[in-house]
């Protein structure tokens, strides 16, 4: 009987102690995403304003004011973000309607536009005729989509390619993004939708991510009633980040 109770005790111990590990690697890494992602805009809002003070040129004005304006609508997109952490486990809160998913990838496209073409990305797309409405709540799916977008596009190479497909049956939609970049290890794939998790070379690629736009979705995709799903052949074989949602009839 004390043998049981010893190994009750002893497992119990452990099972603080790693909670207590994992609740302190949180805070911890919580308090150090917050303060070098404000940081970061914040550092460019500075220094962009105070070369104003020196110039004159209109060009070059304008060229500041587009820099602000960047900085800006990504200190209100990290905002959105952390402040969205409660409210989207609340499913009450979702204003679901039928929605064009052509219509929400179509517009997440043009929001990063730029980055493909500086990065001379080769991006394939389908016209997606057949595509049927979806009932969704239209900010929190382009949030996803946006998330899987913007992460293919960091984690590919200049020159690289992306292409995004679809699959539809009469009980669901799968919405992939493919990618040839950086691909995903056996641990990371483990770890994706873990809060605050993200890869070594990932930090290294992408300074400014959070790790909490993945932990979102799947919540995200779950109050839908649908999934998300990833895969990878390995370091440097490219990834494959899928959505699936319900056909609603």
């Known amino acids: 009987?004390?043998?049981?109770?010893?190994?009750?005790?002893?497992?119990?111990?452990?099972?603080?102690?790693?909670?207590?590990?994992?609740?302190?690697?949180?805070?911890?890494?919580?308090?150090?995403?917050?303060?070098?992602?404000?940081?970061?805009?914040?550092?460019?809002?500075?220094?962009?304003?105070?070369?104003?003070?020196?110039?004159?040129?209109?060009?070059?004005?304008?060229?500041?004011?587009?820099?602000?304006?960047?900085?800006?609508?990504?200190?209100?997109?990290?905002?959105?973000?952390?402040?969205?952490i409660k409210d989207v486990k609340n499913r009450s809160s979702y204003d679901l309607k039928a929605v064009s998913m052509r219509e929400v990838i179509e517009t997440a496209i043009g929001k990063y536009r730029e980055p493909l073409n500086q990065k001379k990305i080769t991006f394939q797309v389908p016209t997606f005729i057949d595509m049927p409405l979806l009932t969704v709540d239209t900010k929190r799916i382009s949030f996803v989509i946006d998330a899987l977008l913007e992460n293919a596009i960091f984690y590919t190479k200049e020159g690289g390619h992306i292409t995004i497909t679809s699959n539809i049956n009469k009980h669901a939609v799968t919405l992939s993004i493919h990618?040839?970049?950086?691909?995903?290890?056996?641990?990371?794939?483990?770890?994706?939708?873990?809060?605050?998790?993200?890869?070594?070379?990932?930090?290294?690629?992408?300074?400014?991510?959070?790790?909490?736009?993945?932990?979102?979705?799947?919540?995200?995709?779950?109050?839908?009633?649908g999934s998300i799903k990833a895969s990878s052949g390995g370091r440097d074989h490219g990834s494959t980040f899928s959505i699936i949602l319900p056909v609603t009839r």
């Open 1 to 84: 009987m004390s043998t049981i109770i010893i190994i009750v005790l002893v497992l119990a111990f452990l099972f603080l102690l790693r909670y207590t590990i994992n609740t302190h690697t949180n805070e911890k890494s919580f308090l150090s995403i917050i303060n070098h992602t404000f940081r970061t805009p914040l550092t460019n809002i500075k220094w962009v304003s105070d070369s104003l003070k020196s110039e004159t040129s209109f060009e070059k004005q304008t060229e500041a004011a587009q820099a602000i304006s960047i900085s800006v609508n990504r200190l209100l997109e990290i905002i959105d973000i952390i402040g969205g």
């Open 179 to 225: 990618d040839d970049g950086i691909g995903l290890s056996w641990t990371e794939k483990y770890n994706l939708y873990n809060r605050f998790y993200r890869g070594n070379l990932a930090k290294k690629m992408n300074t400014d991510g959070t790790g909490l736009s993945l932990y979102l979705s799947k919540i995200i995709m779950e109050r839908h009633h």
